[in-house]
């Protein structure tokens, strides 16, 4: 069983930066591939960044250019980088681990961004 935990929410003014950290149990981390979600109360959950086993990455057009993932196989953590926040990024952000064709999913970490 894989249990992921996020950290790194808070609240902070636009223009700022946050780094969310997600550290995962178990010993498949490094042949994962690891996404970060967000959700608002009433909006479906949409991803935000993939990393894939072998350090690919993909962004949602509304965060290209300020959001950074990045994963630490050592660590057994992936991370997310966020630069130039705006408060439309206000939200919980999820982790999620993909291994085959389970997924895994943390508790969330809220992040807020005041205007």
Avoid: H
Avoid at 1 to 7: H, R
Avoid at 77 to 98: G, H
């Amino acid at each position: 069983q894989v249990q992921l935990v996020e950290s790194g929410g808070g609240l902070v003014q636009a223009g700022g930066s946050l780094r969310l950290s997600c550290a995962a149990s178990g010993s498949t981390f490094s042949v994962a591939a690891i996404a970060w979600y967000r959700q608002t109360p009433g909006k479906q959950r949409e991803a935000v960044a993939s990393v894939s086993s072998g350090g690919s990455t993909n962004y949602a057009d509304s965060v290209k250019g300020r959001f950074t993932i990045s994963r630490d196989n050592t660590k057994n953590t992936v991370y997310l980088q966020m630069n130039s926040l705006k408060p439309e990024d206000t939200a919980v952000y999820y982790c999620k681990l993909r291994i085959l064709t389970y997924d895994y999913w943390g508790q969330g970490t809220q992040v807020t961004v005041s205007s």
